[in-house]
């Protein structure tokens, strides 16, 4: 049984807030919002605002913005994938920490072989492949560049902190077969004010 069940309060996204940006706050950053995000994805009742979980039919995968500190140095999003998508290879500009709410996601970081000297051009090589699950979270260092896939046929949940405002930051995304680097912005839907 869990914390929440056991004082009789259901947990909500909107609790997890002072709790995140107080940890972001710290000198360990990342690895103290790891912690807080570990044990909120731990919790295995069925948490999350439902408003939260849903993904439009025609979208491949959609974000939800949940927070963003007037500072810009936080933001955090909840992001539904469509299972068998993959995003594009991308970067944040940012550290984020990624914690997996439902499902299974298939995660794979990439090497730049490049300099970065030539705008719009840029060489990867695939580094790393992760598999995460429910429960699974990630510290992601500035300077990464990855993509996310739901697997399973289900879409997959996953709850994203950056310590940044990811919605303005400047951002790339990075097509392996062109050797291409194109600026990125990411689409979101906005569900209202937070609570």
């Known amino acids: 049984m869990t914390r929440h069940a056991e004082i009789g309060h259901r947990q909500s996204i909107h609790d997890l807030i002072p709790r995140l940006r107080q940890a972001s706050a710290g000198r360990d950053g990342p690895e103290s919002v790891r912690a807080v995000l ?59 920490v990624v914690g997996v709410y439902r499902g299974r996601e298939r995660e794979t970081w990439y090497r730049r072989l490049d300099d970065g000297s030539v705008p719009g051009r840029a060489r990867l090589r695939v580094a790393d492949t992760f598999v995460n699950s429910r429960g699974t979270v990630t510290v992601v260092p500035d300077g990464t560049i990855h993509s996310v896939e739901a697997l399973d046929g289900a879409d997959a949940i996953s709850i994203h902190v950056y310590g940044t405002d990811i919605l303005t930051q400047n951002r790339s995304t990075f097509d392996l077969r062109t050797g291409s680097e194109a600026p990125f912005r990411p689409d979101f839907i906005d569900l209202g004010p937070e609570r």
Do not use: M
């Not at 731990?42 to 491949?60: I, N």
């Not at 974000?63 to 594009?88: C, N, Q």
């Open 38 to 96: 570990a044990a909120a994805v731990a919790d295995d009742s069925d948490w999350l605002d439902q408003q939260y979980q849903e993904r439009p039919e025609t979208r491949d995968w959609v974000l939800y913005p949940v927070h963003r500190a007037s500072d810009g140095h936080l933001s955090i999003l909840v992001a539904v994938f469509k299972a068998g998508v993959s995003t594009p290879a991308h970067n944040h500009g940012a550290w984020a």
